[in-house]
């Protein structure tokens, strides 16, 4: 599967969620993930989309360290089923589906 398709189906996931899931760009930030996830109830997660099975470049790893030493969630997706991980623990952890 393409990392655009998953990236395509987390966005209409989190949406679904009554969230929204931009794409960022961060011009001389190389290696920030690909999407800040804002959920309702003031919350927010960043998600670095991966084809299947890809690791994370060295840059990505020092952003997802930055972010999680300032008390932000970090996900790296990469299938369906990690959609579904991704959706079933930001949803556990107060979202309210509409």
């Given at each position: 599967?393409?990392?655009s398709?998953?990236e395509?189906r987390?966005?209409r996931e989190v949406?679904?969620i009554?969230?929204?899931a931009?794409?960022?760009?961060s011009p001389?930030n190389?290696?920030?993930?690909?999407r800040?996830?804002i959920?309702?109830?003031?919350?927010?997660a960043?998600v670095?989309?991966?084809?299947?099975?890809k690791?994370?470049?060295?840059?990505?790893?020092?952003?997802?360290?930055?972010?999680s030493?300032l008390g932000?969630?970090?996900?790296r997706?990469?299938?369906?089923e990690?959609?579904d991980?991704?959706?079933?623990?930001?949803?556990?952890?107060?979202v309210?589906?509409p």
């Open positions: 599967m393409r990392e398709t998953l395509r987390l966005v949406e679904r009554g969230g929204r931009p794409k960022w760009v001389g190389r290696g920030v993930p690909d800040i996830v959920l309702p109830g003031g919350r927010v960043f670095e989309m991966k084809a299947p099975g690791p994370l470049a060295p840059l990505q790893v020092r952003w997802a360290k930055i972010l030493g932000h969630r970090v996900y997706i990469d299938s369906d990690s959609i991980r991704f959706i079933a623990e930001v949803t556990r952890n107060g309210q589906i």
